[in-house]
């Protein structure tokens, strides 16, 4: 079974901390997701990545930045905490060139900035 | 950018009463994914819907996908408590890996 892996179920920072959230995934898979889960919102994109090293905006990416140097892990960096970024971080993967694209997420992250 | 509508945005029933849930777009759909979040969870793909006019079963649940390719549907017959969740379908839009998610459908169910 494929595993997505999650570095906190539960984070609560300060106003203008640097955050990071971290996410590993054991199944060898090419693209990876990085999405926030809000009441009311659904879940939107905020960058994803296709290949070590690239990474593309997805459609809510100001304020966040990512980084991915090993195909297993993608990081998710919020360069100066606010509390509009309070919310449930969810990660996912894929593989690449498949007809069915599923995504597999992972546990989620639940992020309160004070 | 592209939008994927789905409706309604709660729903709740008595045990053993069916339940459906819609999604719609303006535009044509590439592909539709479904997906079932149960509370607490994460989100866990259901199925994926390619063909125009296409029909999946999974046991109590049935899945289509409209004949235009701009809406699909949910329907499970005779709700259990396990039922309990949130839906999502999610437009595959034309990419081998990017989805457009819809804002899901919260199910309960009263025992």
């Known amino acids: 079974d494929v595993k997505v892996t999650q570095s906190s179920r539960y984070l609560v920072k300060r106003t203008g901390e640097k955050v990071f959230l971290e996410c590993v995934q054991d199944?060898?898979?090419?693209?990876m997701f990085w999405y926030r889960q809000d009441p009311g919102l659904g879940l939107r994109l905020i960058y994803f990545?296709?290949?070590?090293?690239?990474?593309e905006k997805g459609d809510i990416p100001e304020g966040y930045s990512v980084s991915r140097e090993k195909k297993e892990r993608f990081s998710l960096i919020l360069e100066s905490a606010s509390t509009n970024q309070t919310s449930m971080y969810l990660c996912?993967?894929?593989?690449?060139?498949?007809?069915?694209?599923?995504?597999?997420f992972g546990p989620g992250t639940r992020l309160t900035v004070l | 950018g592209q939008q994927v509508m789905q409706i309604p945005q709660y729903q709740h029933v008595q045990e053993g009463e069916d339940f459906t849930t819609y999604c719609n777009s303006s535009?044509?759909?590439?592909?539709i994914q479904w997906y079932k979040q149960r509370p607490g969870g994460h989100p866990v793909f259901l199925i994926q819907?390619?063909?125009?006019?296409e029909v999946k079963k999974q046991k109590r649940l049935t899945f289509q996908f409209g004949e235009a390719k701009k809406n699909s549907s949910l329907h499970i017959t005779a709700t259990q408590t396990t039922d309990v969740g949130t839906y999502f379908c999610?437009?595959?839009?034309?990419?081998?890996?990017?989805?457009?998610f819809g804002k899901g459908t919260l199910l309960t169910v009263n025992p």
């Open positions: 199944m060898d898979h090419e693209n």
């Open positions: 819907l390619v063909k125009s006019g």
């Open positions: 999610a437009d595959g839009r034309g990419s081998n890996y990017k989805l457009t």
């Open positions: 996912a993967s894929s593989l690449l060139g498949l007809a069915r694209n599923e995504q597999f």
């Open positions: 990545s296709y290949d070590v090293k690239m990474k």
């Open positions: 535009t044509t759909l590439s592909n």
